[in-house]
T-cell receptor, first 114, second 109 residues
Framework: NAGVTQTPKFQVLKTGQSMTLQCAQD?????MSWYRQDPGMGLRLIHYSVGAGITDQGEVPNGYNVSRSTTEDFPLRLLSAAPSQTSVYFC?????????????FGSGTQLSVL | TQLLEQSPQFLSIQEGENLTVYCNSSSVFSSLQWYRQEPGEGPVLLVT?????EVKKLKRLTFQFGDARKDSSLHITAAQPGDTGLYLC?????????FGAGTTVTVRA
């Protein structure tokens, strides 16, 4: 049972570099989302998708792009990394229970931007 | 601005003691979830409470949703070292989730 798989686990970038964080789920969930977790600030929603071909912005979308070409994959792209993007990133897939989403998280990517 | 405030931020107790973690907001939520996160891993859903005043029990963990659906508490009875982790609450509104900053619980053997 793979669930939600994120790669890489760790990444160090220089300011201005670009990279893609990969996320794949095998639970056939329509909803997928990206969060960043910073000390003292909890999890903040970056972008989310309600199905293949549909994406929308969350609370902190600036500096990040996403696409959803398949149900399984939801990559997060940093176009020009900045030190403020140093964080731990979590991908989640979810389904609606009728009174809220039930989220399944990946194990995270720890990103440092120098 | 975070909708949910969790307290305390850190909690360290001895094995066998009880503890309570609080999650408060001025907003009303359609439901509230509690997650536990261990170092190097993503959060794992523990419970969802939906009805004002609802109480749910999960072994030694008791979750309560406030009558007005603005706050919640998590009580752990006879804590064990395996309960160590970051406890996060998340409120559902407009089909989205807003997370609190979390409470780091350390249970010493």
């Amino acid at each position: 049972n793979a669930g939600v798989t994120q790669t890489p686990k760790f990444q160090v970038l220089k300011t201005g570099q670009s990279m893609t964080l990969q996320c794949a789920q095998d639970m056939n969930h329509e909803y997928m989302s990206w969060y960043r977790q910073d000390p003292g600030m909890g999890l903040r929603l970056i972008h989310y998708s309600v199905g293949a071909g549909i994406t929308d912005q969350g609370e902190v979308p600036n500096g990040y792009n996403v696409s959803r070409s398949t149900t399984e994959d939801f990559p997060l792209r940093l176009l020009s990394a900045a030190p403020s993007q140093t964080s731990v990133y979590f991908c989640a897939s979810s389904y609606s229970t009728g009174y809220g989403e039930k989220l399944f998280f990946g194990s995270g990517t720890q990103l440092s931007v120098l | 601005t975070q909708l949910l405030e969790q307290s305390p931020q850190f909690l360290s107790i001895q094995e066998g003691e009880n503890l309570t973690v609080y999650c408060n907001s001025s907003s009303v939520f359609s439901s509230l979830q509690w997650y536990r996160q261990e170092p190097g891993e993503g959060p794992v859903l523990l419970v969802t409470v939906v009805t004002g005043g609802e109480v749910k029990k999960l072994k030694r963990l008791t979750f309560q949703f406030g009558d007005a659906r603005k706050d919640s508490s998590l009580h752990i009875t006879a804590a064990q070292p395996g309960d160590t982790g970051l406890y996060l609450c998340a409120g559902a509104y407009d089909y989205k989730l807003s997370f609190g900053a979390g409470t780091t619980v350390t249970v010493r053997a």
